[in-house]
């Protein structure tokens, strides 16, 4: 998984647990892709001060992630969904299959 990919889950996952300056640097950075002086002119701080905290919000995200190991069963969740759905395209019984659709459909709601 590529490492921007991978905080972005992270921060879906976890991102209530942090503070809101910590939360927003990182959307900001991950999630709207702008830079570190885009980031860090109107919050007044420097480019560095940007990087510092996105390393140090980054560690807490992986930290919380080896402790709590949610997105990567929220991960595992959707393949297995995919899969699901991938074989009941074979299913000839179209009310069955529909059924299956539907409640795959629901679970991945609640993801």
């Known amino acids: 998984m590529a490492k921007e990919l991978k905080f972005v889950m992270l921060l879906d996952c976890y991102g209530d647990l942090l503070t809101e300056h910590q939360r927003s640097v990182m959307e900001l950075y991950y999630c709207e892709d702008l830079s570190l002086a885009e980031i860090g002119s109107p919050l007044g701080i420097t480019r560095q001060a940007v990087r510092s905290l996105i390393k140090r919000t980054e560690?807490?995200?992986?930290?919380?992630?080896?402790?709590?190991?949610?997105?990567?069963?929220?991960?595992?969740?959707?393949?297995?969904?995919?899969?699901?759905?991938?074989?009941?395209?074979?299913?000839?019984?179209?009310?069955?299959?529909?059924?299956?659709?539907?409640?795959?459909?629901?679970?991945?709601?609640?993801?």
């Open 59 to 111: 560690d807490i995200l992986l930290n919380y992630e080896d402790k709590l190991g949610f997105a990567e069963r929220l991960d595992k969740m959707r393949e297995c969904f995919g899969n699901i759905s991938n074989a009941a395209e074979n299913i000839t019984d179209i009310k069955l299959k529909s059924s299956i659709t539907d409640e795959i459909e629901k679970g991945l709601a609640l993801l």
